[in-house]
């Protein structure tokens, strides 16, 4: 056996965890924005103060995603250099 090289379940659970982690990051940053967009609506904001937490919201949202991705990622590997 070539220890060099992956099997093909491997390559597939690196495959599944990337989609894993790109789904899930893309749906926490999702729910993040909703919050800011419901409480914009809740609160009845106009003008540039509406603009300016929509604009907050998406970049907090961004970040929320960004960081269950790498979150994610950096625990898959983790474990599978570990021979989890």
Partial sequence: ??????SRW???AVTVEIVFALVTAAALA???FAVVLALVLAFDL???VRKG????GALLGATAG????VGVLLRFDEQRRMGR
Wanted: glycine fraction near 14%; hydrophobic fraction near 50%.
């Fill in 66 to 69: 960004v960081w269950r991705l």
């Fill in 46 to 48: 106009s003008g540039s």
């Fill in 10 to 12: 491997e390559k597939d």
């Fill in 53 to 56: 937490v929509l604009v907050g």
């Fill in 30 to 32: 999702a729910a993040v």
């Fill in 1 to 6: 056996m070539d220890m060099g090289r992956e």
